[in-house]
């Protein structure tokens, strides 16, 4: 059986709840050929199925030991749960294909050991370096540099486009011995404008803001092209009335009455518009009788809502729009 053939009774074995989730991140192409696929499967044996749903199995752990600890490691654990051979031939069917990528020890590192050794580096290894590490991580380092810092970082992030390979394994060596077995043949693609994008969404508010504002400085082309990518809290106006309703039944009352307390009139309306009377008026008095609150606590409840917000839209439950070609909202 073809691979595609696999995958389409592999998705029928799993059931729609899960296969649905799995369609939400392939392309549209595989989902054109998997929905054939599946349309003409007219009937699998148990042992069939079985055999594949095993298949699978052995593959994702395959591929789990190898990003855990290299190929060594993944043919020690894979031998002496399913054989030599067995190990052997997905050892190498999977490495044909997959590539383990640079920096992956630093993923399971504590930011701030990454950030002890990266602070006094140059400002283009720090980049280099975390626009491999997943945005979490990348963000809480980047808050944690000299705000001069951070501005170099963001702008050669947001300017990377090949990296050579030399240099990629130069700077895993220093930072780390333990280096991935697999090496890159050819250019590594890395950064941009979305490497960024990911990183200061998943910043705290100060960070984000003061990055912008410093960088506004010397590149105000470069910020308008990552705010027109990003999603703060000002840009629920850009949801419509079924989006902004999902989204409140995620917040905390709360975290909504702080983060509406320095928020637009128009922003304002547009969240009570989207809720029962009864609960806009305990908001609005709640707000009216809570007194200063500080600029970090507004941030921060803030900061929780969007990231409901981005919750939901990774889940496909909302679209947001992204600049002037996104427009509507469905």
């Known amino acids: 059986m073809s691979g595609r053939e696999k995958a389409a009774i592999l998705l029928i074995a799993l059931g729609k709840e899960y296969s649905s989730k799995i369609f939400r991140h392939l392309k549209d192409e595989e989902i054109e050929q998997l929905t054939l696929d599946i349309t003409n499967v007219k009937r699998v044996d148990a042992v069939q199925k079985d055999a594949i749903i095993q298949e699978f ?7 789990s030991y190898l990003s855990e600890g290299g190929i060594d490691y993944a043919r020690e654990l894979l031998e002496a749960s399913i054989g030599s051979q067995r190990a052997y031939e997905l050892i190498n069917r999977l490495t044909s294909s997959l590539q383990v990528r640079p920096f992956d020890f630093a993923r399971k590192a504590d930011p701030n050991q990454i950030l002890t050794f990266m602070q006094n580096e140059h400002p283009q290894t720090i980049a280099l370096v975390l626009s491999y590490l997943e945005p979490d991580m990348s963000a809480a380092i980047l ?4 705000i001069d810092k951070q501005t170099q ?5 947001s300017t990377m486009d090949r990296t050579s390979p030399e240099y990629v394994r130069e700077v895993e060596r220093i930072l780390d011995r333990k280096l991935s077995s697999m090496g890159m043949d050819d250019f590594t693609m890395v950064g941009g404008i979305q490497s960024i994008v990911d990183i200061l969404n998943a910043a705290d508010r100060t960070t984000e803001r003061r990055v912008l504002e410093e960088l506004e400085i010397e590149n105000g082309e470069l910020v308008d092209e990552i705010r027109r990518k990003m999603f703060v809290f000002e840009d629920i106006i850009k949801l419509d009335k079924r989006a902004i309703q999902r989204v409140l039944k995620e917040v905390e009352n709360a975290d909504l009455t702080i983060a ?7 922003l304002r309306n547009l969240i009570f518009e989207n809720m029962s009377k009864r609960l806009s008026d305990m908001i609005k008095e709640d707000m009216e009788y809570m007194g200063p609150v500080r600029v970090r606590d507004v941030e921060d409840a803030q900061q929780k809502i969007v990231n409901v917000i981005r919750k939901l839209q990774d889940a496909g439950e909302i679209i947001v729009s992204r600049g002037q070609e996104d427009e509507l909202v469905v």
Not at 153 to 157: A, C, E, Q, S, T
Not at 260 to 266: H, I, M, S, V
């Open 143 to 146: 808050s944690k540099l000299p």
């Open 153 to 157: 970082v963001v702008v050669r992030i």
């Open 260 to 266: 509406l307390k320095n928020a637009t009139d128009e």
């Open 57 to 63: 199995y052995e593959e994702c752990l395959t591929q």
